[in-house]
């Protein structure tokens, strides 16, 4: 069975026209010198001295062909199929997808099982209240390196509680990643999960671009601190094309395997509970229900999710939803090495359609919509992009 999992990716070709000749997409021409041709060697032959002087051919004067740009968006959507068991479906033909970009059916240009290496940012919460799971986090390296890296994918580690570092930058080596996850220690009363997305996704967009970018969050799903904002996260991950899995840690789990004079209450999260407009840090006077201020979560109910996706009780898990990706909640009696190997075939059982948008007249948001032919099959796919005609 297959699952097919949505990424999106938009690529600006130009195209340019001149003396009547196309140029093929993705390149870009100049335009065509409209001069005469070169003269050959002068006549032996005294010239007429009644005739003006011939003038020669002036390049500055020359008119020339103009150059026209169209902009060609390409949307690259990896999609995960699952039948009625949960299983993955993998025996899909072109022929059984249909792509709908704000309501209007599409066609398909292209359309592959993703085979292209991983880019992998493993994003830890390191805060105090997690530190009696970290131990966990400390024994996943083969998972990461041999499941959802493998066979020639790079991982890179980022930390965050009060602040965000980059544990290790990418890499194959997968003895680097065991260390690196093996000396992880908790620092620190916040959790500033949306800084940490932003920098992963920061560190993926220098990597080469037939890569696929995936980040994977272990974190109790909620942001304390941060400067970036819920909207600045979406809008992000939309334009570069980032898929996010959340792997929740439990802090009722957590509270239970510490002493209990080292669990005191956790601070107050409220003023976080809403994003502020991009660009801006959260405050009193301009989070929750400020005017001007955007939430991009009920795109998801716009987008017709699940219901399950209308009661998200946590960032990280609207955020896995928007992306295309999805959360799993960890409590005691489920096995994270499980869930992060169901991941794993996930990313390597997805499919991969590319399509030419016919609503880019429409600006802001596109809903994207992938639908599967066949009983009882759900998809699972990213919600959307954003465009702006420039």
Not at 60 to 78: D, E, H, S
Request: hydrophobic share 35%; charged share 20%.
């Amino acid at each position: 069975m297959r699952r097919i999992s949505l990424r999106l990716g938009a690529i600006v070709a130009a195209v340019a026209v001149s003396a009547g000749l196309t140029a093929l997409p993705g390149c870009a021409q100049t335009g065509v010198n409209g001069a005469a041709p070169a003269l050959g060697p002068k006549a032996q032959s005294q010239p007429d001295q009644s005739s003006p002087p011939a003038q020669a051919p002036d390049a500055q004067n020359t008119p020339q062909a103009p150059n026209i740009r169209v902009q060609t968006i390409l949307v690259t959507t990896p999609v995960t199929v699952i039948d009625h068991s949960g299983e993955f479906v993998y025996d899909l033909d072109q022929s059984d997808f249909k792509v709908y970009d704000n309501g209007v059916q599409q066609q398909i240009e292209r359309f592959e099982v993703a085979s292209e290496p991983v880019a992998l940012v493993v994003v830890v919460e390191t805060d105090d209240s997690v530190q009696p799971l970290l131990y966990q986090v400390r024994e996943l390296a083969p998972i990461f390196s041999d499941i959802l890296a493998a066979p020639d994918g790079r991982v890179a580690v980022v930390g965050f509680s009060g602040a965000v570092k980059v544990l290790q930058d990418f890499s194959s080596n997968p003895d680097q990643l065991k260390t690196t996850l093996g000396h992880l220690t908790s620092s620190g009363p916040k959790e500033r999960l949306n800084d940490a997305l932003i920098q992963g996704m920061q560190m993926l967009e220098g990597r080469p671009q037939g890569e696929r970018r995936l980040i994977v969050a272990l974190s109790d799903g909620s942001d304390r601190g941060s400067g970036s904002s819920k909207a600045d996260v979406v809008h992000r991950a939309a334009d570069d094309g980032v898929t996010i899995y959340g792997m929740h840690f439990s802090p009722a789990e957590a509270n239970m395997k510490k002493p209990l004079e080292d669990s005191p209450p956790s601070p107050n999260a409220a003023i976080n509970t809403l994003p502020t407009p991009p660009g801006t840090v959260p405050t009193a006077t301009n989070s929750g229900n400020a005017p001007g201020s955007f939430d991009p979560f009920p795109l998801l109910e716009l987008a017709g999710e699940t219901a399950s996706s209308k009661i998200l009780k946590t960032s990280l898990e609207r955020y896995a939803e928007f992306t295309g990706g999805t959360y799993y909640s960890h409590w005691s009696n489920i096995k994270l090495q499980d869930q992060l190997d169901r991941v794993g075939s996930e990313v390597h059982s997805q499919y991969q359609i590319t399509y030419k948008p016919t609503t880019l007249a429409q600006n802001g948001f596109h809903r994207i919509e992938v639908k599967v032919e066949g009983p009882s099959l759900r998809v699972r796919a990213r919600v959307g992009y954003f465009y702006e005609q420039r």
